[in-house]
């Protein structure tokens, strides 16, 4: 598995945990971290059939994620919702 090694100013963040910051985000098959608790899930729609994502909550840090389970996309996976500076207004 490899990581990209340039990541984008929207996913590097001094807040976040260093287990966080270390998650490949849009890749379906990458690993999250035991810090992370599973909240709530749902199921959506789309052509190819139903996906189910997941919201997750970061123990350590406090950042939201998401981990959308697409088969058929395999640039789904994690995605950031919410940083903990963000969670605080």
Same mark, same amino acid.
């Given at each position: 598995?490899? +990581?990209?090694? %340039?990541?984008?100013?929207?996913? %590097?963040?001094? %807040?976040? =945990?260093?287990? =966080?910051?270390?998650? #490949? #985000? !849009? @890749?379906?098959?990458?690993?999250?971290?035991?810090? /992370?608790? #599973?909240?709530?899930?749902? +199921?959506?729609?789309? *052509?190819? &059939?139903?996906?189910?994502?997941?919201?997750?909550? =970061?123990?350590?840090? &406090? %950042?939201? @994620?998401?981990?959308? !389970? !697409?088969?058929? !996309?395999?640039?789904? &996976? @994690?995605?950031? /919702?919410?940083?903990?500076?963000? #969670? *605080? &207004?």
């Amino acid at each position: 598995m490899t +990581t990209d090694p %340039t990541p984008d100013d929207a996913s %590097t963040n001094t %807040t976040m =945990c260093a287990s =966080c910051a270390g998650i #490949q #985000q !849009n @890749w379906r098959r990458a690993r999250g971290h035991p810090e /992370l608790v #599973q909240g709530s899930n749902r +199921t959506v729609a789309h *052509k190819h &059939g139903s996906v189910t994502i997941t919201k997750y909550r =970061c123990e350590a840090c &406090g %950042t939201i @994620w998401e981990y959308e !389970n !697409n088969k058929v !996309n395999r640039h789904a &996976g @994690w995605s950031v /919702l919410a940083r903990p500076e963000e #969670q *605080k &207004g």
